[in-house]
């Protein structure tokens, strides 16, 4: 429950600043119910990341500038 509370969270502050990779790996993950391959918990979760690690340069790059 607190993973996808988390996801939920996380996905609404991504579309808030147009982090629309983020946005969208965070709902893949907060629609994983039930019945999930674990490898398809870790594939979501590891594009998720990239997706965090992606923004993040982006934001500090821009910051930077």
Known sequence: RDWHEAA???KGA???IG???VHEAS???EQMQGNVRVSDGYTALDTLEAAI???DAMIA???NE
């Open 27 to 29: 709902r893949t993950v």
């Open 53 to 55: 690690s992606d923004t």
């Open 61 to 63: 790059q821009f910051l």
């Open 14 to 16: 991504a579309a808030g």
């Open 19 to 21: 982090a629309w990779a």
């Open 8 to 10: 939920h969270t996380l």
